[in-house]
């Protein structure tokens, strides 16, 4: 099991960049496909992005595909969100996401590892 710590959240201007941290906490990170979701005021949680366990694939909802890119470092238990071109839309509480399995951490994610979350604010 690990536990999950996502940082980096601030207010930013439209247009602007902004990465996210994901510390992870025990031997076990490198075992997991780690994911980025987020949930705006009023909506539902939604993918974002995820990356499996060797970084062999990445995926991203089609809202972000090409502003955002997601890395993780197994040496240091970290996954990142590198997010560029932040549009007001995507202001919302980013969380990190761990599963054993990629495709259900982006399908079906009920059983996965959360962090608390961090929030993410786009506004001039």
């Known amino acids: 099991q690990v536990q999950l710590v996502e940082s980096g959240g601030a207010l930013v201007q439209p247009g602007g960049s902004l990465r996210l941290s994901c510390a992870a906490s025990?031997?076990?990170?490198?075992?997991?496909?780690m994911g980025w979701f987020r949930q705006a005021p009023g909506k539902e949680r939604e993918f974002v992005a995820a990356?499996?366990?060797?970084?062999?694939?990445?995926y991203y909802a089609d809202s972000t595909k090409g502003r955002f890119t997601i890395s993780r470092d197994n040496a240091k238990n970290t996954v990142y969100l590198q997010m560029n071109s932040l549009k007001p839309e995507d202001t919302a509480v980013y969380y990190c996401?761990?599963?054993?399995?990629?495709?259900?951490?982006?399908?079906?994610?009920?059983?996965?590892?959360w962090g608390q979350g961090t929030q993410v604010t786009v506004s001039s």
């Open positions: 996401a761990a599963e054993v399995g990629i495709g259900t951490l982006i399908s079906s994610p009920v059983s996965a590892t």
């Open positions: 025990g031997r076990t990170f490198s075992r997991y496909a």
């Open positions: 990356i499996s366990w060797s970084s062999s694939s990445t």
